[in-house]
């Protein structure tokens, strides 16, 4: 009895203590003065943003009834500020146009890739919708990065199509600067050796492979181990510039973190990049401030924000204190731009501005 009066003691204690602190955060907030922040020369290039819809219109794009019935679904379109009812009766590209209404608002990014999704292949060598989780076809993409010059084309394909090949020719003449994959969620082991010959076209065309690496967590019915960063070893054999997204900062893999998996990585293969896209949100604080103190991989960092998922309650610059100041989060707090936020918070919490330009630098020009 006594045991369990102390332990109601201590919990009301610490709800006492959390209570208080958010209580003395928000008078802070309320009179610190705003921080004056560093600026950037700006025009830089996100090279993760996400595009998707329902193909109600017949654009071909797909969303599983599991994805669709998730909470998940709701809060995207929510952040993408469309609602099904127009997707409906105005196209998946008015999805688009938000999307660039809102690029067109910031005075630090004016390019996007805006990124195609594969699907699961089955073994007849077809589109499994079945399996599949969201469906983004690369014909749209095109077409929708041809419509604006503030889009650029991130193509996608599933290295088990039996053209897979031919598809990465017709995707590089349509001006696709890499190919996305979220392997777990497509089914693709980036080990396999029966995939090489889909690295080395890659190679000689010149696209690189933004891929996921770790474990996934936006879309239900991923296989985490497909995420293992010791698999994307047998394309940076083969010469592709692989780029890790989120710096494989979710999951363990035998026993390990897969940041902590990727980080070694860096020095062993120049051709390594990783972008720093979705670092700000909450479940991965202390990553971005981590990799910045590190220091020793900074030059092979770019530039992405993972469009659209930085809003609130899943980003917010006072969750980056004390790394940031409440003076320094009050000021980035009252930028409008969701583009402008992101960056001033990265650029805050260190990162150079040579990351900002080098997504451009190495996504845009060609040998």
């Known amino acids: ?7 109601r003691r201590l919990l009301a204690a610490l709800l006492g203590g959390v209570l208080l602190l958010v209580a003395v955060s928000m008078v802070a907030w309320s009179i610190w003065p705003p921080a004056q922040l560093a ?9 993760h943003v996400h595009v998707a819809g329902l193909g109600i219109l017949g654009e071909g794009a797909f969303v599983s009834a599991e994805m669709h019935d998730n909470f998940r679904f709701e809060f995207l379109m929510d952040a993408m500020q469309v609602t099904e009812a127009e997707l409906g009766e105005l196209g998946d590209g008015v999805l688009v146009d938000r999307l660039v209404e809102r690029i067109r608002e910031s005075s630090e990014v004016s390019q996007a890739v805006i990124l195609a999704m594969d699907g699961v292949i089955n073994e007849a060598g077809e589109l499994d919708l079945d399996r599949t989780t969201i469906y983004v076809p690369n014909d749209y993409v095109a077409a929708q990065s041809a419509r604006y010059p503030e889009l650029v084309f991130g193509a996608s394909i599933n290295p088990y199509r039996p053209d897979a090949l031919q598809r990465l020719d017709r995707v590089a003449e349509q001006g696709a600067v890499l190919i996305k994959w979220i392997p777990s969620i497509m089914y693709i082991d980036p080990a396999d050796p029966a995939i090489a010959p889909f690295y080395q076209r890659m190679v000689e065309l010149d ?4 891929t996921h690496v770790g474990q996934e967590k936006s879309f239900p019915g991923a296989i985490d181990e497909l995420g293992d960063p010791h698999k994307i070893e047998l394309p940076l054999q083969l010469g592709v510039k692989v780029i890790a997204a989120h710096i494989g900062t979710t999951g ?13 990585m860096f020095e062993q293969w120049p051709n390594l990049y990783a972008d720093i896209s979705s670092l700000t949100q909450i479940n991965k604080l202390g990553y971005l401030a981590t990799t910045v103190e590190l220091g020793n991989f900074n030059d092979r960092l770019i530039y992405g924000s993972d469009w659209p998922l930085q809003f609130f309650p899943l980003v917010h610059p006072l969750y980056h204190w004390p790394h940031l100041s409440i003076a320094e989060a009050r000021a980035i707090a009252n930028i409008d731009s969701i583009w402008d936020r992101d960056i001033a918070i990265k650029r805050a919490l260190g990162v150079d501005e040579a990351v900002f330009e080098r997504s451009a630098q190495l996504l845009l020009r060609r040998p």
Not at 1 to 7: F, H, K
Not at 39 to 47: E, K, P, T, V
């Open 39 to 47: 600026r950037g020369a700006g025009g830089y290039l996100d090279n």
């Open 1 to 7: 009895m006594a045991s369990s009066t102390r332990w």
């Open 252 to 264: 363990e893999y035998a026993g390990e973190p897969s940041f902590d998996r990727l980080i070694p």
């Open 207 to 210: 696209l690189k492979l933004l």
